[in-house]
């Protein structure tokens, strides 16, 4: 494990074991890469990702925190939450015994805008770095009322083209429909990306598989502690404004599968109460 400057102000904690290797920014607690020893990434980092202090970084792992989305009744605040601008203190960093190596992070109470987010609780982030990648994200409720949270792991992963690839886990499920106005759709079959594509999938705790014909691979990721899975591929027209994509063609090589707690699945966490949301990203033989 070692800390380096990626940029002015951004320091990146680089892991490397018997297993795999990965990089993580201490703001957001952003993991930007993750490959296993003689495998593929399986995450995704637009080539023209810009890392700059305060700002939200196009690929890898953003920490979504504590809402998800447009705030529920504050246009002003921050899309998708504050916790994936601020930074995060490494609060532990071990090896384990299998030659993984475990990193925490955790949110601190002072970047937490009072304005904002009125609420106490502790949050961290374990992450794993092994043949998988595990991702825990924990909130605790350390003061005496509830408060609503809804979260993600808004995971970018990679694949050889949109036309090449579908996602199966999620044959009948219920989503929200953002790209016409959050209507409900029920889902039938596989997923596939023939235009933009941006869905809240509900109520569904389901594996997925990103199954990648053109790479002949095969992404699974594993949940628990996520009520909604959102599948988002921005298509051409917005990925060319958001301008940090790479090239024109750069969105047909990405695709964002993110275990959340959205919506309808916003918790509630009650005084003393602690949620852990976990993922479990992996290659697997196609
Ligand atoms: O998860 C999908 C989404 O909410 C989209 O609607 C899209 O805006 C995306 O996230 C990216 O958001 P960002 O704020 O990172 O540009």
């Known amino acids: 494990l070692e800390f380096v400057e990626a940029a002015p102000g951004m320091i990146v904690a680089r892991i490397s074991n018997a297993h795999a290797e990965a990089t993580i920014a201490l703001q957001g607690a952003h993991l930007m890469t993750f490959k296993p020893k003689g495998e593929a990434d399986v995450i995704w980092m637009s080539p023209a990702a810009k890392l700059v202090v305060g700002k939200s970084i196009r690929g890898g792992v ?98 050889s083209d949109v036309d090449n690839v579908r996602i199966a886990g999620l044959d009948g499920c219920t989503y929200r429909d953002k ?45 628990s502690g996520s009520r909604s899975t ?18 024109d063609t750069g969105y047909r090589t990405m695709l964002c599968v993110e275990s959340a707690n959205a919506v309808e699945n916003v918790l509630t966490l009650a005084a003393g109460e602690s949620h852990t949301l976990t993922v479990i990203y992996s290659n697997e033989a196609l």
């Not at 959102?230 to 090239?247: L, Q, T």
């Open 230 to 247: 959102v599948v988002w591929n921005p298509w051409i027209e917005k990925a060319a404004k958001m301008g940090d994509f790479g090239s």
């Open 62 to 159: 953003p920490v979504c925190w504590p809402w998800f989305g447009a705030h529920a009744s504050e246009s002003s605040f921050p899309a998708h939450g504050f916790a994936r601008t601020v930074g995060w203190n490494v609060v532990d960093a071990r090896p384990q015994p299998g030659g993984e190596t475990q990193i925490v992070f955790e949110l601190p109470a002072s970047a937490m805008p009072k304005a904002q987010w009125p609420h106490a609780c502790r949050v961290q982030l374990h992450i794993n770095v092994g043949v998988k990648l595990t991702m825990d994200l924990v909130t605790d409720n350390t003061g005496d009322t509830a408060f609503p949270l809804g979260e993600a792991l808004h995971t970018y992963f990679p694949i």
């Open 179 to 223: 790209v016409t106005g959050m209507d409900l759709k029920q889902q039938s079959g596989d997923i596939t990306i023939p235009s933009e594509v941006d869905r809240v999938y509900l109520d569904t705790e389901a594996t997925c598989d990103i199954v990648d014909n053109g790479a002949n691979r095969r992404i699974r990721i594993a949940k």
